[in-house]
C-alpha cells in the first residue's frame, strides 16, 4: 500500500470516527425532522362509511328528540280535593230567598237543553249546570260557601 | 445532464419537504465533512451543515440543472465553510515544513487510531481552508479531479497543487507512522 492509499484510509478513518459521534448523528437527526413529512389529512373512500353513518344518527336524533323527550309536569292550576277535604254532600234543602233570586236570573235566559239544578252540601248552597254540548256532557257547579261564624 | 437526484429535486422544488429531506439524509455526511475539514471545529461544522441545507433548500428554485446537484451542494457548502472560516480566525498556512511539529511517540501509542486522528488535526491545521477542501473532497468524498475544478470553479491544476501539497503535508505528518503502524 502506498502513501497515498495510506492517507485516503488514514483520512477516511478519521471522518468515520467523525459521522459516528452522538452529537453530529443527532443534529442530522434534527435536521431530517425539519424535513419530515407531516401527517396530512388525506381523503379515503373508506371514510365514506363512519361518514355516513355519524350523519345517519344526527339525522335520527334529530328526528327521534321530540318523540323521546321527557315530559314537563305542569302543575295542576285547579286544587286537587283530597280526602282530607270534606266531600260535598247534596241533599235538598228549602229554596232561600237569594237562591230564588239566582235561580230567577238564570230561568230568563237558559236554553232548553240545559239543565239547572239547585242542591245544598254542607259547604253551603250549590248549582249544577248541566249542557249535553255536541254529546260531551258539560257539568259546571256553583257553590256558595256559607259565611264562617266567628 | 443525468443527474442521479433529479426526481427528487423536482420534488423538492414543488415544496416537497421529504423529498428534500432524502437529499439530506443522502449528503449530510459528505456535506458535514466539507465544513469540518476546512472549519475544523464540530460545533460551527454542524452549524454550517445545517444553514447549507436550509438555504439549498430555499435557494433550489436557482439550481437549473447546468451541473450534478452533489457539486452544486459541494460548492454552497466549500463557499459557505470558507467564508465562514475566514471571517472568524484568519488562516495563515504554514509554509514551512521545519516548523510543523511532530510528536515522538512509541510505535504502540502511534498505532492507535486516537494518535493518527490528532496528527490529522494537527496537518490539517496547517493547510489553508481552499486546500483543506480540494483535500476533503478529494480523499473524504471521493470526488475527481474534474468534480473539484467544477465544484470549487477553479481549474485542474489549481486542484492537483493544492492536493499535491496537503498529501505532502500529510505525508510527512504520517509517513514513519504509516509505513510502519498502517497496513
Known amino acids: 500500500m502506498n502513501h497515498e492509499k495510506k492517507i485516503t484510509k488514514a483520512f477516511k478513518d ?43 344518527m344526527v339525522i335520527l336524533i334529530y328526528h327521534m328528540y321530540p318523540l323521546v323527550k321527557p315530559e314537563i309536569k305542569v302543575p295542576p292550576v285547579v286544587p286537587v280535593i283530597t280526602e282530607q277535604t270534606s266531600p260535598i254532600k247534596v241533599k235538598k234543602v228549602k229554596v232561600s230567598s237569594m237562591t230564588k233570586q239566582i235561580e230567577k236570573i238564570i230561568h230568563t235566559g237558559v236554553p232548553s237543553d240545559v239543565k239547572v239544578t239547585r242542591v245544598s252540601s254542607d259547604i253551603g248552597p250549590a248549582m249544577v249546570y248541566q249542557k249535553n254540548y255536541r254529546d260531551a256532557p258539560i257539568t259546571i257547579v256553583w257553590v256558595f260557601p256559607k259565611e264562617v261564624k266567628q | ?19 428534500f429531506g432524502k437529499l439530506v439524509s443522502k449528503y449530510y455526511e459528505l456535506v458535514y465533512a466539507v465544513a469540518f475539514g476546512i472549519l475544523r471545529n464540530r460545533e460551527e461544522a454542524l452549524d454550517a451543515t445545517q444553514n447549507v441545507f436550509l438555504k ?31 471571517k472568524k480566525r484568519p488562516v495563515e498556512p504554514i509554509e514551512d515544513e521545519a516548523t510543523f511539529e511532530t510528536h515522538e511517540v512509541s510505535p504502540r501509542e502511534a498505532a492507535s487510531r486516537k494518535e493518527i486522528r490528532e496528527l490529522i488535526e494537527k496537518t490539517m491545521d496547517t493547510l489553508s481552508p481552499e486546500q483543506r477542501a480540494v483535500f476533503v473532497m478529494r ?44 497496513k
Request: glycine share 4%.
Open chain 2, 139 to 182: 480523499e473524504g468524498n471521493y470526488l475527481s479531479y474534474d468534480e473539484i475544478a467544477e465544484t470549487l470553479q477553479i481549474d485542474i491544476g489549481t486542484v492537483m497543487s493544492r492536493l499535491f501539497y496537503a498529501r505532502k503535508k500529510m505525508a510527512h505528518a504520517l509517513g514513519w507512522k504509516l509505513k510502519d503502524e498502517l
Open chain 2, 56 to 86: 439549498v433548500f430555499h435557494e433550489i428554485q436557482r439550481f437549473q440543472g447546468d451541473s450534478k446537484f452533489k457539486t452544486w451542494l459541494y460548492r454552497v457548502a466549500a463557499n459557505a465553510a470558507i467564508d465562514e472560516c475566514r
Open chain 1, 14 to 56: 478519521f471522518l468515520s470516527d467523525e459521522f459516528s459521534s452522538a452529537q453530529v448523528k443527532r443534529a442530522k437527526k434534527d435536521l431530517l425532522q425539519q424535513f419530515s413529512a407531516r401527517p396530512q389529512f388525506e381523503w379515503k373512500p373508506v371514510m365514506i362509511v363512519p361518514v355516513l353513518s355519524l350523519m345517519f
Open chain 2, 1 to 19: 445532464m443525468n443527474d442521479p437526484d433529479q426526481d427528487l429535486i423536482a420534488q423538492a422544488k414543488i415544496g416537497n419537504k421529504p423529498a
